[in-house]
């Protein structure tokens, strides 16, 4: 483009008032608070897809989680996830950003133990979870497997794709960079 057409789209967009999108701390502050109420259902650490009673935002449905959906994706999400409030942390030095990092972490530390081999299991969820039946039947192409972690019950998927690899890594390489707590760098 020329540099009068630059000009003219500039000028087009200052006219027309076009404006600066940013977002704000409160922003992420709302979206953290959503993933941990809505997305994080179990003290494993882990993020997971809610399925809601209604689509409808003037339904008094709207809010009511009545399952979880897609759940073999919980490992990129959890590592997308530590990432955010790795970054989150880094910019506010917030507690809250690195407990929830922490949170996060330990999510993914649950799910390498819970296979027993160190091999990244998509998800898991507690054995008796009121999901469990419904995440079964939607997961079991993928395989499902059972084991222990801290004494609580579990079932894992398996089958885990280069995708759910690559967003945990992501998750803590980012953590790594951005995070300098001697505590959790020991995790």
Known sequence: MEICGKSFLIGLLIVSGAKTIHASEVDALDISGNIQRVHMPYANGTVLDPIFASSDPASTAYSQIIGYTRAGDSAIWTGFYLAAEAFRYQVT????????????????????DITGS??????????????????????????????????????????????????????????????????????
């Open 118 to 187: 160190d091999v990244l299991a998509r998800c898991l969820i507690p054995t008796n979870s009121p999901y469990a039946a419904a995440i079964q039947r939607e997961e079991a192409g993928n395989g499902i497997y059972y084991n222990q972690l801290r004494g609580q019950s579990y079932f894992w998927i398996g089958n885990t794709s280069r995708d759910q690899y690559s967003g945990v890594v992501f998750g803590l390489s980012v953590a790594y960079d951005a995070i300098d707590d001697s505590n959790l760098r020991g995790l």
């Open 93 to 112: 030095r917030s507690p809250d950003a690195l407990a929830n990092a922490s949170r996060a972490l330990d999510g993914i530390h649950s799910l390498l």
